[in-house]
Structures are given as structure tokens and as C-alpha cells.
Nanobody, 127 residues
């Protein structure tokens, strides 16, 4: 089972930028599609972005489209989420996720298939 560790969450002012990282333990990282989800206090977890195995395809939630960019470095077993023009409503814990297929996103979960999660990293955007 792949293990995922997120980092980069901090307190930032509205309008600022931040880059989250997610390091994977599995040497087969390059065979997984990857995604980012977030969960704000008192709200359900929601899809943020996903990226295909080779990084050629990406998908974003409407709420972050044009502001966030997902990317990956398969040589470093790492996926990134560049967040620009941050808003207070972006405040949430951000979770990295690994799945077998790019088409497995943006579903909240997958059963009987790979669906690995990190522990989350907290992003707080002050107004």
C-alpha cells in the first residue's frame, strides 16, 4: 500500500500563494493517478484537482480553476499543488490521494480499488 505525506500548509494572507507537496513512499508512484481533496471545518470533503500518470491530463474543481495548478515529478515520487490568489474560503485541510486510474477522479472514494490518503496539511487563509 502506498503511503502519502503532505507538507506545505501554513497561514497565509488572502491573495497570497502557497505550494503543497505530497511525497509517496511507493516506488510504483509513476503508475498512480493522483489527486488533491480538501475539507473545511464543518464541511464535507471536496475534490480539488487530479492529474494523470504521465501528467498530461489534469482536472480542477470550478472553485479553484485558474488559480490552482497540480503537477507531478515522477522522479521524486511527489505531486504538487500550486495555489495562487488564495481566498479565505480556501481555508481547509488538504489531502493527497492516489488511485489506479485517472478516471477514478473526481469521485470522493473508490471501493475494491486503490484509494490511498495522506494525513492532510492545514492551509489557513486570513482576510
Amino acid at each position: 500500500q502506498v503511503q502519502l505525506v503532505e507538507s506545505g500548509g501554513v497561514l497565509v494572507q488572502a491573495g497570497g500563494s502557497l505550494r503543497l507537496s505530497c511525497a509517496a513512499s511507493a516506488p510504483t508512484f509513476s503508475s498512480y493517478a493522483m489527486g488533491w481533496f480538501r475539507q473545511a471545518p464543518g464541511k464535507v470533503r471536496e475534490f480539488v484537482a487530479s492529474i494523470s500518470v504521465a501528467g498530461r491530463r489534469t482536472n480542477y474543481a470550478d472553485s479553484v480553476k485558474g488559480r490552482f495548478t497540480i503537477s507531478r515529478d515522477n522522479a521524486k515520487n511527489t505531486v504538487y499543488l500550486q495555489m495562487n490568489s488564495l481566498k479565505p474560503e480556501d481555508t481547509a485541510s488538504y489531502y493527497c490521494n492516489a488511485r489506479t486510474y485517472y478516471s477514478d477522479y473526481p469521485a470522493m472514494s473508490r471501493t475494491n480499488a486503490l484509494d490511498a490518503w495522506g494525513q492532510g496539511t492545514l492551509v489557513t487563509v486570513s482576510s
